[in-house]
Nanobody
Framework: QVQLVESGGGLVQAGGSLRLSCAASGINFSLTGMGWYRQASGKERELVARISSTGSTYYADSVKGRFTISRGNAGNTLYLQMNSLNPEDTAMYYC????????????WGQGTQVTVSS
């Protein structure tokens, strides 16, 4: 059974930082592409950043230069370091894992709320 459990969200002032973590189990983590998505109230879910099994990364333009995605294969954990946060970053953040056979995001965590006050 695949489980993705996010943590690290919270309330932070604009300009502050947070580090999100996603603990994964039930998947071959080192072989799995992972991603962070977010969904703000009233908006569609959007990709924030993704990282391949080999460490290649991609960032949405809105977070490039401020957020860093990384993975700790030894601990089966995905991270998202978020710096210079602004109120537009307020959203529920979700961890996602690709299914190896289809290479699509098939597994999702429950989300962790990030709220940035101005």
């Amino acid at each position: 059974q695949v489980q993705l459990v996010e943590s690290g969200g919270g309330l932070v002032q604009a300009g502050g930082s947070l580090r999100l973590s996603c603990a994964a189990s039930g998947i071959n983590f080192s072989l799995t592409g992972m991603g962070w998505y977010r969904q703000a109230s009233g908006k569609e879910r959007e990709l924030v950043a993704r990282i391949s099994s080999t460490g290649s990364t991609y960032y949405a333009d809105s977070v490039k230069g401020r957020f860093t995605i990384s993975r700790g294969n030894a601990g089966n954990t995905l991270y998202l370091q978020m710096n210079s946060l602004n109120p537009e970053d307020t959203a529920m953040y979700y961890c996602a894992a690709r299914r190896l056979t289809t290479n699509t995001y098939a597994y999702w965590g429950q989300g962790t709320q990030v709220t940035v006050s101005s």
